[in-house]
């Protein structure tokens, strides 16, 4: 699994990635994902944010890396 979501963005935690992509991507990187996991007992969840998430504004603490596109 955490091949796959390399490929569109970074890992950000043990469990959680960080991926910028676009609609058409983001429907890519699920019938990857729905391939690999066994349905009766993983899951994976994608919070989507817009420009208009907290009004535009990400709040970061510490550094942040560049992001790197998606291949």
């Not at 969840?45 to 890396?65: D, Q, V």
């Amino acid at each position: 699994m955490a091949d796959i979501l390399e490929k569109f963005g970074k890992r950000v935690q043990f469990s959680c990635f960080e991926v910028e992509c676009t609609e058409k991507e983001l429907s890519e990187l699920f019938k990857r994902i729905d391939k690999l996991i066994n349905k009766q007992t993983d899951h994976v969840i994608a919070y989507p944010l817009t420009k208009n998430s907290l009004k535009g504004e990400t709040a970061i603490c510490g550094k942040r890396e560049e992001k790197t596109p998606p291949m």
